[in-house]
Each structure stands twice: as structure tokens, then as C-alpha cells.
């Protein structure tokens, strides 16, 4: 299935978890935050490559520093709720409902996670915030992932004047 069509299904139910939410012509924003854990490449960077707009831009999320060749999982949560790991000895962001998106770091230990493009707007996407996080598995840090910091993540669509 398509990452976008898989972000939609997944993000969507949590997104009936957390109530609230902001007017369709919200900005789209990015924002990183916390620190990560390291593994033997340093601290794994998630970034948002362009910004989440609605009406299917080329958004995608980055991941750098990971161990080359090396899997990982990108986290999505809908709620942000920093919590200490003892297993991975590093404070994790997401909450408990999440969706898991799997990539495979390449031979320089980066990966790109890119939704498919679209031809008209995810309605549904437009205004949801949600937190992503990501880890990339090596042998090297406590609990065998080096974590990335935390990102928010809000889809949106600029408002008609902008247009």
C-alpha cells in the first residue's frame, strides 16, 4: 500500500483520539525538539524535507546519522508524550498508539520516507498535528536503536489569499 494512502488510514483514527484541532488554513509547521540517543554514527537527525502541505506536495521525512545499510522504524503518534525508556536509555516522544513505518538506512546511513505524490488535497490531513520519532537498529547503543529527537508534524493548506 502506499505511504500516503497509509499515513491517511493510520493517522486519521488517531486522530479521533486526541480532540481539538486547527482551521484548514493553518499553516503547515515543522518543529524539532528533544535530543535523541546515539549509537556509534552520533545521533541519528530526523528532518522534514519541504513543508507538510495538504495539496500534495513533495513533503518527506529525512533521516540521517544512522548506521549505513541498517534498518529502522518511523514512529507517528498523534499525541506527544516524552517518557523515559530503560531499555533504550533515552527519553522516547511518541505516545502509546502509534503507527510504525519501516525504512532501511542506505551505505551512508540515510533514509528518505516519502509519501506518494498526490493530484488533489488530503482533506482529511489538513490541520492534524501529530509527533514522529525515529530509530535506527545497531548493536551498539542500550536496547540495540540509536533514537533521533522528536518532530511535530502539522499538515495544513495556506489560506486563499496566499494561494
Do not use: K
Request: glycine letters at 12%.
Amino acid at each position: 500500500m502506499r505511504f500516503a494512502r497509509r499515513l491517511v488510514l493510520c493517522l486519521v483514527p488517531l486522530a479521533l483520539l486526541g480532540a481539538g484541532g486547527v482551521p484548514c488554513n493553518s499553516l503547515p509547521q515543522l518543529a524539532a525538539f528533544g535530543s535523541g540517543s546515539a549509537g556509534l554514527h552520533g545521533v541519528p537527525l530526523l528532518a522534514g524535507n519541504m513543508l507538510p502541505d495538504i495539496a500534495g506536495s513533495a513533503f518527506r521525512f529525512e533521516v540521517s546519522g544512522g548506521f549505513p545499510n541498517a534498518p529502522g522504524v518511523l514512529v507517528l503518534s498523534r499525541q506527544e508524550a516524552a517518557t523515559w525508556s530503560p531499555t533504550y536509555q533515552t527519553t522516547l516522544y511518541t505516545s502509546p498508539w502509534t503507527v510504525l513505518v519501516p525504512f532501511r538506512c542506505d551505505s551512508t546511513g540515510s533514509a528518505v520516507i516519502a509519501p506518494t505524490p498526490t493530484t488533489h488535497p488530503i482533506a482529511d490531513l489538513c490541520g492534524l498535528d501529530f509527533v514522529a520519532h525515529a530509530v535506527a537498529f545497531e548493536f551498539t547503543p542500550p536496547g540495540g536503536g540509536a533514537w533521533s529527537q522528536g518532530l511535530r508534524v502539522r499538515f495544513g493548506a495556506l489560506p486563499p489569499a496566499l494561494r
